[in-house]
């Protein structure tokens, strides 16, 4: 079947460590729905991120972090609905059996895949956003581009937490160290990842400061705010 939430207001927890010390766990969970990405957790984390998760989008590579650790992920928030995504070479047989065998363990386990027509569609958009060909780009789209994308469709009104603006990464004097996740504060460098990542034209990439640039121009369209960091 075809999901068909609704959500009038909708926030999107990223997985950025400008959400640490914040105490934006409260209002988080207060949203009507609360949308977070792949393994970022909950547990330890709640006074910044909360806990609430109506929807998780999980890409194809962080599919087994998540079903490893169904303790947080399943069972705690156990009204949370999945969204599975990757390119259709990667959502092979397997990984859909090892996604059905999970929802057979955890028959409270909403998910959803998204289809290999739906993820053309997320390149045909990614292509008229950006002029760019993904495929001759050699570029990859992120989880927050998927979950941008659905948080739109899903949510009359769409706030994000912790997503920096596309130019944040130019800024002189450059930013401080911030871990690229908040769960892995060892983890590598926010900007060090975005702009290797923008520039990089050996294998493929995320795009990120170019995907940001994109939910700049659909802000007014779309009803999407942003905060910590504001977006001018």
Same mark, same amino acid.
């Given at each position: 079947?075809?999901?068909t939430?609704?959500?009038?207001?909708?926030?999107?927890?990223?997985?950025?460590?400008?959400?640490?010390?914040?105490?934006?766990?409260?209002?988080?969970?207060?949203?009507?729905?609360?949308?977070?990405?792949?393994?970022?957790?909950?547990?330890?984390?709640?006074?910044?991120?909360?806990?609430?998760?109506?929807?998780?989008?999980?890409?194809?590579?962080s599919?087994?972090?998540?079903?490893?650790?169904?303790?947080?992920?399943?069972?705690k928030?156990?009204?949370?609905?999945?969204?599975?995504?990757?390119?259709?070479?990667?959502?092979?047989?397997? &990984?859909?059996?090892?996604i059905?065998?999970? @929802? =057979?363990?955890? *028959? %409270?386990?909403?998910?959803?895949?998204?289809? +290999?027509? !739906?993820?053309?569609?997320?390149?045909?958009?990614?292509?008229?956003?950006?002029?760019?060909?993904?495929?001759?780009?050699?570029?990859?789209?992120?989880?927050?581009w998927?979950?941008?994308?659905?948080a739109?469709? &899903?949510?009359?009104?769409?706030?994000?937490? @912790? =997503?920096?603006? *596309? %130019?944040?990464?130019?800024?002189?004097?450059? +930013?401080? !160290?911030?871990?690229y996740?908040?769960?892995?504060?060892?983890?590598?460098?926010?900007?060090?990842?975005?702009?290797?990542?923008?520039r990089?034209?050996?294998?493929?990439?995320?795009?990120?400061?170019?995907?940001?640039?994109?939910?700049?121009?659909?802000?007014?369209?779309?009803?999407?705010s942003?905060?910590?960091?504001?977006?001018?």
């Open positions: 079947q075809t999901l939430s609704h959500c009038h207001q909708c926030v999107i927890v990223t997985s950025s460590s400008h959400l640490l010390g914040t105490h934006l766990g409260p209002e988080i969970d207060q949203a009507e729905c609360t949308i977070r990405m792949n393994d970022a957790p909950t547990t330890g984390y709640e006074a910044d991120v909360g806990n609430k998760t109506s929807f998780r989008v999980v890409a194809h590579s599919v087994y972090r998540v079903l490893k650790r169904p303790q947080e992920f399943v069972n928030t156990p009204e949370t609905i999945f969204i599975f995504w990757g390119p259709p070479v990667k959502m092979q047989k397997s &990984l859909l059996k090892i059905q065998r999970v @929802g =057979m363990s955890f *028959p %409270n386990m909403t998910a959803y895949v998204v289809s +290999p027509g !739906r993820m053309k569609q997320f390149d045909d958009l990614f292509r008229g956003e950006t002029g760019k060909d993904r495929e001759k780009s050699r570029s990859w789209l992120s989880t927050g998927f979950t941008m994308v659905i739109v469709e &899903l949510c009359d009104n769409v706030h994000v937490y @912790g =997503m920096v603006p *596309p %130019n944040y990464c130019s800024n002189r004097p450059q +930013p401080r !160290r911030m871990a996740h908040y769960y892995e504060p060892k983890g590598p460098d926010e900007c060090t990842t975005y702009i290797h990542n923008e990089s034209r050996k294998g493929n990439h995320h795009r990120f400061i170019t995907e940001k640039r994109v939910f700049a121009s659909w802000a007014g369209l779309y009803n999407i942003f905060s910590h960091p504001a977006w001018a």
